[in-house]
C-alpha cells in the first residue's frame, strides 16, 4: 500500500519507511508534487494534524497520515504547545524558542514538561489518530548538541541526560514521536 506522510523532513520519513517494511511505500508531499503551504490553522495538535491529513486527502485522493508535535510545560500552562515551532516569533528559531522558555521559567521550580506527538491518518476517507508522549523537564540551561527544536533543554524521566545529549536511536526508543510512529505502525500492521 502507498501513503503519503504530509512532510518533506527526509529523518521522519525515512524512519517511519524503516520501520513499516516492504509492505508499505511511504511517499512525502514532494513525490506527490504537494509544493503547498498546508494549513495548520487551530489550537489543538489533534486538530492540526486532522486538518493536514483531510487536505491532503482531498486535493490529492491519496491514503495519508499527518502529525502534530508540541511541547507541553506545566507551569506555562501547557506553553508552546501547538506553537512550539514559532513559539519567539514566525523566525522559527530554536535558539530563540529554547530561550523563551527559560525566561518564562525563571525562579520556577515546577519545571515538568512532556513531547506530545499526535498522527492523523486517513484510510479511504476513515480517520484514526494515535498519541505519543514523553514526560520530562526543562533544564536550566541548554546540554548537548545533537538532535534539534527543544532537545538541548528537555531532559526524560529517568535520565541525567537531555535529548540532545543522547544518540539518535535511544531517544527514539522513547520519544513521543517514536511513540506515536509505534502505535501507526501496529495499527498499520495488524
Ligand atoms: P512538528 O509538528 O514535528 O513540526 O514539531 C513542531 C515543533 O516542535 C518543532 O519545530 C520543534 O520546535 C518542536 N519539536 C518537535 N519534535 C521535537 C523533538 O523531538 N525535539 C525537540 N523539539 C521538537
Redesign the pocket.
Known sequence: MKLVFATNNQHKLSEIQNMLGDEFQVLSLADINCQDEIPEDYETLEENASQKALYIYEKFGVNCFA?????EVTALNNEPGVY??RYAGSS?S?EG?MKKVLHNLEGIDERSAR?RTVISLLIDGVETQFEGIVNGEILHKERGED?????PI?QPNSYNIS?AEMPLSEKNKI???GNAVRKLVEYLLK
Open positions: 502529525d502534530d508535535t508540541g511541547l512550539s515551532a522559527r530554536s524558542n513531547f538532535g534539534f527544536g527543544y532537545d528537555f535529548f520519544s513521543h514521536r
